[in-house]
C-alpha cells in the first residue's frame, strides 16, 4: 500500500508497505549491506564523520516533503518513494493509449521494460562513482553541500530503481541490481553502460556543466519515464523529479557563478587576461561546454531507432509532458530530419515514432538555450564582450547517425584530419584539466568562496552563504 508518509525509522525508509511483504523484504535488506559497501568504497571518499545540511525527503507530498538538518551521509536516510495515485492510471501514448496501466510488468514487455530500469538505474551509481572526490577541492563549504545532496540522492535514485528490479523482475531483477553495484565509471572492463558516465569528472567545472547538461538528460528521461504504463515506473520516477530539480539548480547557478566570477576577473585584470587573475577563461568555459553537452546528447540514443519506436508503442516510455500533446499515437506523423549521403547533409523524413529520441532530444536543447541565454545576459550585464553558445547537434557525437563522420561545432561536415586538428580549440584538453586542477583549492571557511566562482545568490533553505553547511571541525 503506497501512502504519502514515509516510515523512516524502518532499516529501509519506504511509503511502500514494504513490511507487508516479508520476502521482497529481506531480499532488500540482503541488497543493503551489499549497497553500504559501495557507498564506502565508491561514493564520497573521506567527510564520513562530517555533519552535512542534507535534505531528507520524509513525505511524498508536493509541499513539506522534506526536512533539512545536519546529518552525517552513512546516517542518511536512503529510502523508497513512489508517488501515490487517486485516480485510475491510463496508459498515456502508444498502440494502447487510453487503455488501464499496467500494476504488473506484461510479459510481452518484460525484456524491454528491464533494460530501460538498468539503464537508468546504472547512470545512480556511476555519477556517484565519477564525483567521488570533488569534496576534496570544493570551492566552498556551501559547494561542498551541494555536491553531497546531488551524491545521497543519487543513491537514493538507485534505491527506487532496485526495488523495481527487485519487485517485478525476480531472479533477473535480483542479479541486475547486484550488477549496478559491480560496475565501475572508466573502468575498461566492466564500464557502466551509458558513454557520459564514464567520462572523468575530475574537477568543478566538470561537475557543474555535468549537473547542468548530464542531469538535464536524467531530467528528460525520468519525465518521458513517469508516462510510462508500466504504473510503479511512472511512479517512482515522479517522485525523483521532485529531487532532480535542485541538481539542475546546482549545475545551472554554478556554471553562471563561474561565468559572472570570469567576466569580473576580465575587467580586473588590465590585460582582461582572466588566467593571469586566477580565473577560468571564456574559452575554456566554451570547450566545457562543447564537451559535456555532446556527451550528453548521445544519453538520448539515435536519431532513428526502432528501440524507441517500440518503446513509444507498447506504451513503455512517453515524451515529454505526453500530456500536453493533443494525440497521443503519432501514427502517419513524419520527423525531418538531416541525415548524411554521399558526403553530403540531405534532409530526409523518417516515421516519426522512430524520431522519439530525436523528439525528446528537441526538448532537451531547447532548455539548455534557455540556459545559455540567461549566461549570456550575466556577461552582457557585466560589459563583457564574449557570448557562449551550444555546439550543433551533430559536433563529437559517438551514439546515432552523426557518430561515424566529423563535424565542426557548428555543424558542417569537415575532414577528419581538419576535425582532429581542431580538436584542442573545440573540446577539453588534458591541458586543460591541469590548469584547472592547479587553481582548485579547497576553500573551507564559511562564507569564502574560491577565487574563480562568485559567491550564489543566495544561501540554501533560507540559510545564509556563510552558514556552516558543513561542520569540518565537529
Ligand atoms: N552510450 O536504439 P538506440 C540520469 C546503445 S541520465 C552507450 O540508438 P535507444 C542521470 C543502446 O543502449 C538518464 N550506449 O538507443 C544523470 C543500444 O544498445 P543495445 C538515464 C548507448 O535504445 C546524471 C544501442 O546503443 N536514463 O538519469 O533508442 C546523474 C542502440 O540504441 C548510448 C535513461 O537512459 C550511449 N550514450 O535509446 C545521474 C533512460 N545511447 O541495446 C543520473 C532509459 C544508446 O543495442 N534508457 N546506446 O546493446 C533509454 O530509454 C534508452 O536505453 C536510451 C537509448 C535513451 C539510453
Known amino acids: 500500500m503506497v501512502s504519502t508518509n514515509v516510515d523512516l525509522n524502518a532499516k529501509i525508509p519506504n511509503n511502500v508497505g514494504l513490511s507487508d511483504d516479508v520476502k521482497l523484504q529481506r531480499a532488500l535488506e540482503t ?13 564520497p571518499s573521506d567527510f564520513a564523520d562530517k555533519p552535512v545540511f542534507l535534505r531528507t525527503a520524509v513525505s511524498v507530498e508536493s509541499d513539506g516533503w522534506a526536512n533539512y538538518d545536519h546529518v552525517r551521509m552513512p546516517d542518511y536516510r536512503w529510502g523508497i518513494f ?10 498515456r501514448c502508444g498502440d494502447d493509449a ?9 510479459g510481452e514487455h518484460r525484456n524491454a521494460l528491464r533494460r530501460i530500469i538498468v539503464t537508468q538505474a546504472d547512470t545512480e551509481p556511476a555519477s556517484v562513482e565519477q564525483q567521488r572526490l570533488l569534496g576534496h577541492i570544493a570551492p566552498s563549504l556551501y ?9 545521497v540522492e543519487e543513491g537514493r535514485h538507485l534505491w527506487a530503481m532496485v526495488y523495481l528490479l527487485h519487485k517485478y523482475f525476480g531472479r533477473d531483477g535480483r542479479d541486475e541490481a547486484d550488477e549496478l553495484l559491480q560496475r565501475r565509471s572508466g573502468d575498461p572492463d566492466k564500464p557502466h553502460i551509458l558513454g557520459a558516465f564514464n567520462q572523468p569528472c575530475d574537477h568543478w567545472l566538470s561537475f557543474f556543466a555535468f549537473t547542468m547538461f548530464t542531469d538535464r538528460d536524467g531530467k528528460y528521461q525520468l519525465a518521458a519515464l ?3 504504463g508500466f504504473d510503479p515506473l511512472a511512479r517512482t520516477t ?4 521532485t529531487e532532480e530539480a535542485h541538481h539542475l539548480f546546482v549545475g545551472e547557478t554554478g556554471m553562471g557563478r563561474i561565468i559572472k566570477r570570469s567576466a569580473e576577473l576580465e575587467k580586473l585584470d588590465p590585460n582582461g587576461d582572466i588566467r593571469r587573475a586566477g580565473g577560468i577563461d571564456f574559452d575554456l568555459i566554451q570547450r566545457t561546454i562543447n564537451y559535456w553537452f555532446t556527451y550528453s546528447l548521445d544519453l538520448f540514443g539515435g536519431e532513428i531507432s526502432s528501440n524507441a519506436a517500440d518503446f513509444f508503442a507498447t506504451g513503455l516510455k512517453g515524451r515529454y509532458r505526453e500530456d500536453r500533446y493533443e494525440e497521443h499515437k503519432a501514427m502517419g506523423a513524419t520527423y525531418r530530419l538531416p541525415v548524411v549521403e554521399d558526403g553530403r547533409l540531405i534532409d530526409r523524413d523518417v516515421p516519426m515514432r522512430n524520431a522519439m529520441n530525436e523528439v525528446l532530444r528537441d526538448s532537451y536543447i531547447t532548455d539548455c538555450e534557455r540556459a545559455l541565454r540567461k549566461w549570456n545576459r550575466t556577461l552582457e550585464e557585466s ?27 557548428q555543424g558542417n561536415l569537415v575532414d577528419r584530419s581538419r576535425y582532429d586538428a581542431n580538436k584542442g580549440n573545440w573540446l577539453l584538453t588534458p591541458a586543460d584539466n591541469d590548469y584547472l586542477l592547479s587553481i582548485m583549492k579547497p576553500v573551507y571557511e564559511p562564507g569564502k568562496f574560491a577565487n574563480w566562482i562568485a559567491p550564489p545568490a543566495r544561501g540554501i533553505e533560507g540559510q545564509p552563504a556563510e552558514f556552516e553547511y ?5
Not at 513512489?82 to 496508459?91: C, H
Not at 559547494?143 to 551524491?151: A, C, E, H, I, P
Open 82 to 91: 513512489l508517488n501515490p495515485r487517486e485516480e485510475e492510471s491510463l496508459i
Open 143 to 151: 559547494d561542498m553541500r551541494n555536491l553531497f545532496q546531488v551524491n
Open 98 to 106: 487510453g487503455k488501464a496501466a499496467w500494476t504488473e510488468v506484461p
Open 226 to 228: 513517469s508516462q510510462s
Open 383 to 409: 560589459g563583457s564582450s564574449t557570448r557562449l553558445s551550444l555546439p550543433s547537434r551533430r559536433f563529437h557525437r559517438h551514439q546515432g547517425i552523426y557518430a561515424d563522420h566529423s563535424f565542426d561545432p
Open 238 to 241: 515522479e517522485f525523483m523529479l
Open 470 to 474: 558543513v561542520k569540518l571541525h565537529d
Open 31 to 43: 541488497w543493503l549491506p551489499s549497497y553500504l559497501e559501495w557507498w564506502n568504497d565508491m561514493g
